[in-house]
């Protein structure tokens, strides 16, 4: 038994779970007036409301008892403090460090993390403000129009979503692009209306290794060049951010250009470090420095609130007690706010990359389910596609529901009608509709017997399903820093209770190394001896099939 099950406080709440499971939310709620006050929590810019799980008092401070069982505080302070806690693969965790304000230093293995890091910033600002303003000339002399952000993964979801759901506060002093698939036609799509003298290329890559991003990267300066004849111009419309500075330089980023990453910044964690620069460049450096302020605010929050009013610590309690104790097996996130259309495949990496391992820390094997897979849309889009499910399948789905009380694009009436669908949903996902109500309904509306026999137990919606709901002031860069910080250290809490090196990713390398493998099979006339027969004739008739 791994020492979490051990623990009094998990023991007691498998007991809880069993328990908690045969009631109804409804009966909380009818019992107890004061619920919403006792399970919300209001920051200036945000508020979190936790009521509507299946929780009570008991529950909450059992969960608690689970934080300071686990250490949980004990653990913040060595993340914040530069500790090596990515175990696996001996690293500090120090994204906090890219948005603390401070000029006082932190030391990881002898360098000065506060000073790279007010360095980089201060490149950023000069390199951010020379594009802006036209500064920074292409190989024909023309100012830059079109920044084209390659990368994928961190170097990529971070960025985009923000860019997306900050769209508002950009002055189009240029237009920001991404290519993330290797699929040639998001990169020919893209590139198609651009005048290669006006783009700027930023490749994004910690490890300027990866092959999608290398294959995106190349056929960019293929571009180029086939337009400027000279691989000089290269200087003039490359800037690479990376770990990898050899890398970077071999593949023909001039080294004035290379802003600079670190190995204790984790890619899925990284929006706040260089790779963060086409959301400066699209929206000025002040706006960059506000969203570094609002993940700022978040930390401190986490850093200093007690464990019982603490946002960041209640989310990941309630993930591993809605999955670990009462069997979820995933999440949706669901944004009413149209800027956040990205939120839910940005949290997919950060959650489900983090803590989807199956070992400790230790590496023995977990014996307990850990993350829920995550997965979400647009609340209106999903409404009218998958909450059907939500509300009436047999698989419980705890959602997070995110909206905002103003919105960045007032059009009359539209916000209200969004906002009434974001509070009929959780309130009807909670108490639902019993049979008798369902028939008395259709009584009422002078259905025949008939019909309310056939129809009534198609009507049932038991309820019960937990949701939070996230309400944000308005999207702004700083509201945007909160919310993004809130998940990042909630994943991290979740990680220290359920014992995951949520810092790694080693999961992704199996497939990586095949797929570089199989590159070369599909380059030649050979086939690999390794494969089951199922791979192979696919591989075969791949190959078969792209002879003609
Ligand atoms: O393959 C997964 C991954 O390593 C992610 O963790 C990372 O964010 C992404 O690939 C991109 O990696 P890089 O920034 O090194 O190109």
Redesign the pocket.
């Known amino acids: 038994m791994s020492s979490r099950q051990a623990l009094s406080s998990w023991k007691k709440l498998q007991q809880l779970a069993v328990e908690k499971k045969s009631q109804h939310m409804n009966s909380f709620f009818a019992e107890d007036s004061e619920r919403f006050n006792k399970f919300s929590i209001e920051l200036p810019k945000l508020l979190l409301d936790y009521s509507k799980n299946l929780i009570d008092v008991e529950t909450m401070s059992t969960l608690f008892d689970l934080a300071k069982e686990t250490e949980v505080t004990q653990w913040r302070e060595k993340m914040f403090s530069g500790e090596k806690i990515n175990k696996t693969e001996n690293r500090a965790v120090l994204h906090t460090a890219l948005r603390r304000p401070n000029d006082e230093p932190l030391f990881v293995d002898g360098e000065n993390v506060t000073a790279h890091v007010q360095a980089q910033l201060a490149n950023m600002d000069i390199f951010v403000n020379k594009v802006r303003q036209g500064k920074w000339l292409g190989y024909s002399g023309k100012r830059i129009t079109d920044i084209v952000n390659i990368?994928?993964?961190?170097?990529?979801?971070g960025p985009q979503m923000v860019t997306e759901a900050l769209k508002h506060y950009s002055d189009n002093s240029v237009n920001v692009h991404y290519v993330s698939n290797v699929d040639g036609a998001q990169i020919v799509e893209i590139l198609r209306p651009l005048n290669p003298e006006k783009v700027l290329f930023i490749v994004?890559?910690?490890?300027?290794?990866?092959t999608?991003?290398m294959t995106n990267a190349k056929t960019a300066i293929n571009w180029l060049t086939s337009s400027s004849f000279d691989q000089k111009s290269v200087a003039k419309h490359f800037v690479a951010v990376?770990?990898?500075k050899e890398n970077a330089m071999s593949f023909g980023i001039v080294e004035d250009n290379i802003f600079d990453?670190w190995d204790w910044v984790?890619?899925?964690f990284?929006l706040w470090s260089a790779?963060g620069l086409p959301i400066a460049l699209d929206l000025g450096f002040d706006q960059f420095k506000a969203l570094l302020k609002g993940a700022h605010e978040m930390d401190q929050h986490f850093i200093n609130a007690p464990i019982e009013e603490n946002m960041p610590m209640i989310m990941a309690l309630l993930s591993v007690w809605n999955t670990t104790f009462l069997g979820a097996r995933s999440q949706a996130i669901l944004p009413y706010d149209q800027t956040l259309h990205m939120l839910s495949a940005y949290l997919q990496?950060a959650e489900m990359?983090s803590n989807g391992k199956s070992v400790t820390w230790d590496g023995d094997e977990v014996e307990y389910a850990t993350v829920p897979s995550i997965w979400g849309e647009l609340g209106i889009n999903g409404q009218h596609a998958f909450y059907q499910y939500l509300h009436q399948s047999n698989n419980v789905v705890p959602a997070d529901f995110i909206g905002s009380v103003e919105s960045v694009t007032p059009v009359k009436g539209h916000h209200e009608t969004l906002m009434s669908n974001f509070f009929a949903q959780t309130q009807a996902l909670m108490t639902g509709v019993n049979e008798e109500q369902v028939r008395a309904d259709l009584k009422a509306k002078g259905r025949t017997q008939k019909y309310i026999d056939t129809v009534a137990p198609h009507k049932v919606h038991k309820g019960n399903r937990p949701t939070n709901t996230i309400l944000l002031k308005r999207i702004d860069p700083t509201t945007l820093g909160n919310l993004i910080a809130l998940y990042e250290n909630k994943i991290f809490v979740q990680g220290i209770i359920l014992q995951i090196c949520s810092f790694d990713?080693w999961g992704?390398?199996l497939g990586?190394g095949l797929a570089a493998s199989i590159q070369k099979e599909l380059e030649s006339d050979v086939l690999s001896e390794n494969h089951d027969c199922s791979t192979e004739n696919l591989i075969r008739f791949y190959k078969k099939s792209s002879e003609g």
């Open positions: 990368g994928v993964g961190g170097s990529n979801l994004s890559s910690k490890t300027f290794t990866t999608e991003t990376t770990a990898n990453m984790g890619g899925r990284s790779i990496q990359e990713q992704v390398e990586k």
